[in-house]
């Protein structure tokens, strides 16, 4: 009886299990997925975008742009460029192709990809630059912060400079004064903000007139309206 019941149950695990035939198929079915995924290379396509910001720090380099109101990112490993500002406008060559994510095993994924990129018009930061050739001082009373991230604040401050319509900016930047800002880490709505206190610098004295909250987590600028206390966005 034990011997029928055994090879009764070596029958059922063989039906069970599945053969060659099956694996086969399954092995066929994902080369299939992964075909139907895959991207194919594209000829070469163009677009006048203005850019935005590179960012290195994923599996695949980016650059990142705007075309009006819709933002762009393009796999950027290909090209070592690093000379364009923010609000620069370029022309770029790219091809549609596959990128591999880590993690994801062998699938593909849809990206476009940088070929060639050139300048074709200064932005703002850019004629900010040339014009003021200055460096804007700064410090901070945060010592956690690295020095990269410094750099990247630095970037959002002249950025917000080049860019402002208030009148104590346009003044400083006509009369070559030298302008600064400080640095602290603030609590405003019960969120985290890194506070931009702009001030012009005369005779060793400073004098702040503005204050930018910078969302840490989005890199949006907010002008800080005193008078009515509350935080507006900067474009």
Not at 72 to 87: A, E, K, W
Not at 89 to 102: G, R
Not at 105 to 118: C, D, L
Not at 184 to 195: A, G, L, M, R
Request: glycine content about 4%; some cysteine.
């Amino acid at each position: 009886m034990k011997k029928i019941v055994a090879f009764s149950i070596l029958i059922y695990c063989i039906s069970c299990s599945p053969g060659p035939e099956k694996n086969k198929d399954k092995k066929a079915e994902r080369r299939k997925e992964i075909q139907r995924i895959a991207v194919k290379k594209d000829s070469l396509q163009r677009d006048t975008i203005e850019f935005v910001s590179y960012n290195d720090d994923f599996d695949y380099s980016q650059l990142n742009g705007k075309k009006g109101k819709e933002e762009i990112s393009y796999v950027n490993d290909q090209n070592n460029d690093r000379s364009f500002l923010r609000g620069d406008l370029i022309a770029i060559e790219y091809k549609n192709d596959s990128i591999y994510i880590a993690g994801d095993g062998e699938t593909p994924q849809n990206a476009e990809w940088v070929v060639s990129v050139k300048k074709i018009k200064d932005g703002k930061v850019s004629k900010f630059r040339k014009e003021y050739n200055m460096p804007i001082k700064h410090y901070s009373k945060e010592n956690e912060l690295s020095s990269s991230y410094l750099h990247h604040l630095y970037k959002l401050a002249e950025y917000y400079i080049a860019n402002s319509k208030k009148d104590l900016i346009k003044i400083s930047l006509k009369n070559k004064e030298q302008l600064g800002y400080s640095v602290e880490k603030q609590k405003k709505n019960e969120k985290d903000y890194y506070v931009l206190g702009i001030y012009t610098e005369f005779e060793h004295r400073v004098s702040p007139f503005q204050w930018l909250y910078i969302d840490p987590e989005t890199d949006i600028i907010y002008e800080y309206d005193l008078p009515n206390d509350k935080l507006i966005e900067f474009p």
